[in-house]
């Protein structure tokens, strides 16, 4: 079964006439990159046929030459939507916490990527400072995560001067996390000093 077929044309130089082109190398990079991801000759006729090819952004070649870029999507293709991890640590933080029985943690079913993270601090005066970190390890391990060994993303909240700020946000983060199959997921805070109070942290997990 064919996934793509096209005609395998290129712009003849100096003119807008479309030349098709037999049996001349048709090459599909992943948009943007030198990543090729499948190449055929064309036929007696200028028809190109790749038999697999994921579904995906692609920048088409014909002998070298970038003649398109296309979406491609199979039809059996189906994309499972993004899960929101919400975490909630509330009143006043005083001291480090790590994985605890208190604290949510998420199991991966599947392989997955963490694709944005957004953390709220409801308060912050000016001499409060934490960290807020995202864990993982595997799911049943033997210990609890601790932010030493298992954090893979960090986040510090301080204001650093001032009066008390309420509803601090950073700028949303988008650190494309990795996580494989029976991951567990949690997160942890490292404290510094008194001050912050209502953290919530929100991680937007897109299955791979």
Known sequence: MTDYS???TRVAQDSDIVRIIPGKLVQFFISGTATLQAEANADIYGRVNI????TGKYDVKVDGQIVKTIQHVLANHTHQADHTWTFFVSGAITGDMNEANIQKVFAVAA???IIGIKVIAERITNTGDV????LRGSA???SV???????????????GGGSTVYRYMPTP???NLQLSANDAVTIGQDHVADGVG???AELIVRPD
């Open 140 to 142: 049943g391990g033997g």
């Open 51 to 54: 038999t697999t090819l994921p």
């Open 6 to 8: 096209d005609m395998a």
């Open 198 to 200: 209502g953290v919530t």
């Open 131 to 134: 960290t807020i970190h995202v």
């Open 173 to 175: 983060a988008t650190p």
């Open 145 to 159: 995560l601790t932010c030493a060994s298992n954090s893979i993303w960090s986040q510090r909240l301080y204001v």
């Open 111 to 113: 392989a997955a990527k």
